[in-house]
């Protein structure tokens, strides 16, 4: 099984003192609990998607500075 847990903020916003204080004490506890075979399919088919869309019009997406390069995205093998 495959356990996420994570605060859910109630609006955005910057995150520095005080507001990360307020945030802490005001956000709601979210969990998510799935099987590894179903995290392991539904990765594939984001994988799916997301090659689909690139291969479509390529050269159209930027991706963030930090972070996986559009081919190694690509290149993922799950």
């Known amino acids: 099984m495959v356990h996420w847990g994570f ?18 004490k005001t956000s709601r506890p ?7 075979a179903q995290m392991v399919k539904e ?8 090659r689909t869309v ?12 930090y972070g996986l390069e559009i081919t190694d995205i690509l290149a993922l093998s799950i």
């Open 30 to 36: 979210v969990s998510y609990i799935f099987s590894r």
């Open 7 to 24: 605060r859910r903020p109630i609006s955005a916003g910057t995150m520095v003192d005080p507001q990360l204080a307020h945030w802490e």
């Open 54 to 65: 690139v291969n479509s019009a390529p050269g159209q997406y930027q991706w963030p500075v």
């Open 43 to 50: 990765t594939r088919n984001l994988l799916t998607t997301i």
